[in-house]
């Protein structure tokens, strides 16, 4: 299941969070590779520990708590800090699988990564090439998403960004261990919730159809969700 999400945060919020974060020191993005993914890799990344990176997580974290489409979509469990990646002129990331657990330096915290995502900080026409490339079984799909937008999509996916050739793309992204491991079983979760929702907004919370697909949601829930 691979999920758009229009303004995650306002393009006015993602413009100054970039600017933000602009100046700060950056460090080879290798800080965070896997050995598979290090010799594909080359970008730049705000030190996850950094006061700049700090700050920008917070706002970000913000962001996700109250998106219900994010929520919906990803049933987080537990979601990895935010990190923060830039590339200019000749960087690039080849294609590569995000690492299965990832640990966080700080706190020794392990997740398993069952969802990725990028949130875009740049608007597509600042820069060329950095498309977000992701492999699915019906072809490559590219995305250059307008800035606060984010596109979810699952961390078993083989991916790449494109190499940049002019101007600058930097990004947000993460990682996050949902309550439901199965991309097919969260898939179904996520459509029934549209379609309760949906149908909430028609006929009300204490409509009797309603109350019956609410129930087998939640029922689902208990069936399928790692606490």
């Known amino acids: 299941m691979l999920i ?9 919020a993602a ?22 993914s290090a010799l594909k890799k080359k970008n730049r990344q705000l030190p996850e520990a950094s006061p700049a990176a700090q700050t ?23 979601i990895f800090p935010p990190l923060f990646n830039r590339y200019g002129p000749g960087e690039t990331f080849g294609t590569h699988v995000d690492n299965a657990v990832r640990i966080h330096g700080g706190s020794g915290t392990r997740i398993r990564t069952d969802l990725s995502a990028t949130l875009f900080l740049t608007d597509p026409d ?33 991916h790449r960004v494109t190499p940049v050739t002019r ?36 006929h009300g919370s204490t409509d009797e159809e309603v109350l019956r697909l609410t129930n087998v949601y939640h029922n689902m829930m208990r069936h399928w969700a790692a606490c």
């Open 56 to 78: 920008a997580q917070a706002i970000v974290a913000k962001a996700l708590g109250n998106n219900e489409l994010f929520l919906s979509a990803a049933l987080p469990h537990t």
């Open 126 to 158: 600042d820069y060329d090439g950095g498309a977000l490339e992701i492999e699915g079984p019906f072809g490559d799909v590219s995305y250059k998403l307008p800035a606060g937008h984010t596109v979810l999509y699952p961390s078993s996916s083989l």
């Open 167 to 202: 101007g600058e793309r930097i990004s947000c992204f993460f990682w996050m261990q949902s309550l439901v491991a199965s991309t097919e079983h969260r898939s179904m979760l996520f459509e029934l919730d549209q379609s309760i929702q949906a149908l909430t907004v028609r």
């Open 4 to 12: 758009i999400i229009p303004d995650m945060i306002s393009r006015e």
């Open 15 to 36: 413009l100054e969070l970039r600017a933000q974060i602009l100046n700060a020191e950056w460090v080879d993005g290798n800080a965070t590779s896997g050995p598979g």
